[in-house]
């Protein structure tokens, strides 16, 4: 039998000081109590950057203006298959706030890197902390 299949739109949203926006899963929700980049599921004939905006302004209340493709993630869990498709979010308007009670963090790279998330965010988490590691080599 064919697992069912997921298509996920997630954004990378940073504050001015460079911290990125995470969210903590309840614990009610599959792979609950994780910690997760904002965004939700594709629904049905609806297009990628669509899906980013209503799943950004359904969980945070923010009106998305710019967001650019980042990466994709494809990943096998037992019961599905789970495609991320990692968008950087430029440009917003408003405060996030946590419009479904999830609680809500800014972390910067090296706190990101030692929090839980769901297996497929790994490769989000290890590419935010190379990119990092690369931005610091060119200051220095």
């Given at each position: 039998?064919?697992?069912?299949?997921?298509?996920?739109?997630?954004?990378?949203?940073?504050n001015?000081?460079?911290?990125?926006?995470?969210?903590?899963?309840?614990?009610?929700?599959?792979?609950?109590?994780?910690?997760?980049?904002?965004g939700?599921?594709?629904?049905?004939?609806?297009s990628l950057?669509?899906?980013l905006?209503?799943?950004?302004?359904?969980?945070?209340?923010?009106?998305?203006?710019?967001?650019?493709?980042?990466?994709?993630?494809?990943?096998?869990?037992?019961?599905y298959?789970?495609?991320?498709?990692?968008?950087?979010?430029?440009?917003?308007?408003?405060e996030?706030?946590?419009?479904?009670?999830q609680?809500?963090?800014?972390?910067?790279?090296?706190?990101?890197?030692t929090?839980?998330?769901?297996?497929?965010?790994?490769?989000?988490?290890?590419?935010?902390?190379?990119?990092?590691?690369?931005?610091?080599?060119?200051s220095?």
């Open positions: 039998m064919a697992k069912r299949h997921l298509d996920v739109a997630c954004g990378i949203i940073r001015e000081e460079g911290e990125i926006l995470i969210a903590l899963r309840s614990v009610t929700q599959d792979q609950g109590g994780l910690w997760e980049f904002p939700g599921k594709v629904e049905y004939s609806e950057d669509d899906a905006c209503r799943e950004l302004k359904e969980e945070l209340g923010i009106l998305v203006y710019e967001a650019n493709p980042w990466m994709q993630v494809h990943h096998e869990y037992q019961k298959h789970v495609t991320l498709h990692v968008w950087n979010v430029v440009d917003y308007d408003l996030p706030i946590a419009e479904e009670g609680l809500l963090r800014w972390v910067n790279l090296n706190i990101l890197a929090l839980d998330f769901p297996a497929a965010n790994y490769a989000v988490v290890e590419a935010l902390v190379r990119q990092g590691e690369s931005a610091e080599d060119l220095s």
